[in-house]
């Protein structure tokens, strides 16, 4: 095994020409051969440089619309090729073979093809075949080749040309041809997503997942754990696409909990000015209004407590007075499309508060992938994407709801559907009023989102829980009739749930003895 190997001819064939002028020079200066194709060879000869074109080595030209240009022997013995070997050394004198010490190639832009949303046969165009081929060639035989995929990775390269008089380690080579095979294994994702996607497959036989590190994190949900954010590719709107504008670095439980508000701001954006307080992935409050103040007023009454130290994701661009109330209290995190510079101004003096401007709203309609790791495997499921709007809303009690109830069962129940099962939501005037999350039995969920709006009513001065006159949503049916009997003795007045259990009717009775309107949606959105 060769510790330093010196570097002799280096093939460069790249789409992204970034940082292409810094490297050309650093490898001419150490005697390095370089050998092109196309637009990269054009660009480097524009720079002053001597370049050999591929064509020259293979003694075939391009063809078939540059579909075939490096794809021959002279290219792939000169990848392969293991140095101190005489066999291949002599076969390689043989044929004509000259070794390649360097490859430097990234990939027809398919990624970005993907997230523009091009035709079918532009899209069957971006996709590399020789890149990917040469690529991981040069990854196997590292030993002897260095491999370089990406332009943030030239000035390591360079650097070790120069501690090393033009040769490089092992070290470096190795970690080349890791993150090499990542960036093939990546890009074979995104296109087998894709394609597969065109084809209806829905559960391909083989499935892989793909990102890009944005970010490395101090640790993960607890200090003893790794972490690391990736994008997804083609990125989508979000905490991973936001801009920074303030704050210390983000968090592991930061980043899950904003995107847990941003989620359901979201799906709430639709019905006026809405804001969303999360603390640890379930919603603490949430409300529309007619104005920002208002939604962040309505959605920190239900529970005040809990509000301190979580995120707030707002619909729509944050404004100054709802800056100047979000301040009062120490916040993490607020994610929100835009910000007046006025409302910056309010958050500059608190300086460990993240600000997060995401540009728009994610589409909550769309039927992304949600991944969780198991051992020995992975469960993927697609997003829960159906709303309210996709719900049957049928009218199950004798008593209707009236016009407002409604409209309060239709928003606690796409709240309901953002909180860890079992979930029960209290809401009225479009706004929560309690919220009891993740319990082992529905009973207790509606039992402590009852005490919560009594606790939060107290704080206060309010003599009555904040429940009386509210309507309670539960995002799974009720097995029995005592989870519905707790939600009428705090003082609902309507509910909203699946249906589907065998004691329905026994649940629909307990509505009518307890003069509640009762909807069933159909819909069960269980959130573990």
Same mark, same amino acid.
């Given at each position: 095994?060769?510790? *330093?190997?010196?570097?002799? #001819?280096?093939?460069?064939?790249?789409?992204?020409?970034?940082?292409?002028?810094?490297?050309?020079?650093?490898?001419?200066?150490?005697?390095?051969?370089?050998?092109?194709?196309?637009?990269?060879?054009?660009? $480097?000869?524009?720079?002053?440089?001597?370049? #050999?074109?591929?064509?020259?080595?293979?003694?075939?030209?391009?063809?078939?619309?540059?579909?075939?240009?490096?794809?021959?022997?002279?290219?792939?013995?000169?990848?392969?090729?293991?140095?101190?070997?005489?066999?291949?050394?002599?076969?390689?004198?043989?044929?004509?073979?000259?070794?390649?010490?360097?490859?430097?190639?990234?990939?027809?832009?398919?990624?970005?093809? $993907?997230?523009?949303?091009?035709?079918?046969?532009?899209?069957?165009?971006?996709?590399?075949?020789?890149?990917?081929?040469?690529?991981?060639?040069?990854?196997?035989?590292?030993?002897?080749?260095?491999?370089?995929?990406?332009?943030?990775?030239?000035?390591?390269?360079? +650097?070790?040309?120069?501690?090393?008089?033009?040769? *490089?380690?092992?070290?470096?080579?190795?970690?080349?041809?890791?993150?090499?095979?990542?960036?093939?294994?990546?890009? %074979?994702?995104?296109?087998?997503? /894709?394609?597969?996607?065109?084809?209806?497959?829905?559960?391909?036989?083989?499935?892989?997942?793909?990102?890009?590190?944005?970010?490395?994190?101090?640790?993960?949900?607890?200090?003893?754990?790794?972490?690391?954010?990736?994008?997804?590719?083609?990125? @989508?709107?979000?905490?991973?696409?936001?801009?920074?504008?303030? +704050?210390?670095?983000?968090?592991?439980?930061?980043?899950?909990?904003?995107?847990?508000?941003?989620?359901?701001?979201?799906?709430?954006?639709?019905?006026?000015?809405?804001?969303?307080?999360?603390?640890?992935?379930?919603?603490?409050?949430?409300?529309?209004?007619?104005?920002?103040?208002?939604?962040?007023?309505?959605?920190?009454?239900?529970?005040?407590?809990?509000?301190?130290?979580?995120?707030?994701? @707002?619909?729509?661009?944050?404004?100054?007075?709802?800056?100047?109330?979000?301040?009062?209290?120490?916040?993490?995190?607020?994610?929100?499309?835009?910000?007046?510079?006025?409302?910056?101004?309010?958050?500059?003096?608190?300086?460990?508060?993240?600000?997060?401007?995401?540009?728009?709203?994610?589409?909550?309609?769309?039927?992304?992938?949600?991944?969780?790791?198991?051992?020995?495997?992975?469960?993927?499921?697609? #997003?829960?994407?159906?709303?309210?709007?996709?719900?049957?809303?049928?009218?199950?009690?004798?008593?209707?709801?009236?016009?407002?109830?409604?409209?309060?069962?239709?928003?606690?129940?796409?709240?309901?559907?953002?909180?860890?099962?079992?979930?029960?939501?209290?809401?009225?005037?479009? &706004?929560?009023?309690?919220?009891?999350?993740?319990?082992?039995?529905?009973?207790?969920?509606?039992?402590?989102?009852? /005490?919560?709006?009594? %606790?939060?009513?107290?704080? *206060?001065?309010?003599?009555?829980?904040?429940?009386?006159?509210?309507?309670?949503?539960?995002? &799974?049916?009720?097995?029995?009739?005592?989870?519905?009997?707790?939600?009428?003795?705090?003082?609902?007045?309507?509910?909203?749930?699946?249906?589907?259990?065998?004691?329905?009717?026994?649940?629909?009775?307990?509505?009518?003895?307890?003069?509640?309107?009762?909807?069933?949606?159909?819909? #069960?959105?269980?959130?573990?």
């Amino acid at each position: 095994m060769t510790d *330093t190997v010196k570097l002799r #001819r280096a093939l460069i064939s790249v789409s992204d020409k970034s940082g292409l002028e810094g490297l050309a020079a650093a490898l001419v200066a150490h005697g390095v051969e370089l050998v092109s194709t196309g637009g990269t060879a054009t660009a $480097l000869r524009k720079l002053g440089h001597a370049v #050999r074109d591929v064509a020259e080595l293979t003694g075939f030209p391009e063809m078939m619309d540059g579909r075939v240009k490096t794809l021959h022997p002279a290219i792939h013995g000169g990848l392969l090729a293991l140095r101190g070997n005489a066999e291949h050394a002599a076969e390689m004198s043989r044929h004509g073979i000259g070794a390649i010490d360097l490859l430097v190639v990234n990939l027809y832009p398919f990624e970005q093809a $993907l997230t523009a949303g091009r035709s079918y046969p532009d899209m069957i165009e971006t996709i590399d075949v020789g890149g990917p081929a040469m690529i991981r060639a040069a990854a196997k035989n590292h030993e002897g080749v260095v491999v370089v995929v990406d332009p943030s990775d030239y000035a390591a390269l360079i +650097g070790a040309l120069r501690e090393h008089s033009g040769a *490089t380690s092992l070290e470096l080579r190795r970690r080349l041809a890791a993150k090499a095979f990542a960036r093939t294994a990546a890009y %074979d994702s995104a296109i087998a997503g /894709w394609l597969g996607g065109e084809a209806g497959v829905a559960t391909p036989a083989y499935r892989s997942f793909s990102g890009r590190l944005s970010q490395e994190l101090r640790y993960g949900e607890n200090p003893h754990q790794t972490a690391a954010l990736y994008a997804s590719v083609p990125p @989508l709107p979000g905490v991973v696409t936001a801009r920074q504008v303030q +704050g210390k670095e983000l968090s592991f439980n930061n980043i899950a909990d904003a995107d847990a508000a941003l989620d359901l701001v979201s799906e709430l954006a639709a019905e006026g000015p809405a804001v969303v307080i999360v603390k640890h992935a379930n919603p603490c409050g949430a409300a529309v209004a007619g104005a920002l103040p208002e939604a962040y007023a309505r959605a920190l009454a239900c529970d005040p407590v809990s509000a301190f130290g979580g995120i707030v994701a @707002l619909s729509r661009r944050l404004d100054e007075a709802t800056a100047k109330e979000i301040a009062k209290l120490f916040t993490e995190v607020v994610i929100a499309p835009d910000a007046d510079d006025a409302a910056l101004a309010v958050f500059a003096v608190k300086t460990n508060l993240r600000v997060l401007l995401t540009g728009s709203l994610p589409d909550p309609g769309q039927r992304r992938d949600l991944v969780r790791s198991i051992s020995g495997g992975l469960l993927v499921q697609t #997003r829960d994407w159906r709303g309210i709007a996709d719900a049957r809303f049928e009218v199950v009690t004798k008593r209707q709801p009236t016009p407002q109830e409604i409209r309060d069962l239709r928003f606690a129940f796409t709240v309901a559907k953002h909180v860890k099962s079992n979930a029960i939501v209290y809401a009225r005037d479009g &706004a929560t009023v309690g919220i009891g999350a993740g319990q082992m039995s529905r009973i207790d969920s509606a039992r402590i989102a009852a /005490w919560k709006a009594a %606790d939060a009513a107290k704080s *206060t001065g309010v003599d009555q829980a904040l429940t009386v006159g509210s309507v309670a949503a539960s995002e &799974a049916f009720f097995p029995f009739a005592d989870g519905l009997e707790a939600i009428a003795a705090a003082g609902a007045t309507a509910v909203i749930q699946p249906g589907g259990s065998v004691k329905d009717a026994e649940v629909i009775a307990a509505a009518d003895r307890l003069g509640l309107a009762m909807v069933f949606t159909g819909q #069960r959105h269980f959130r573990h």
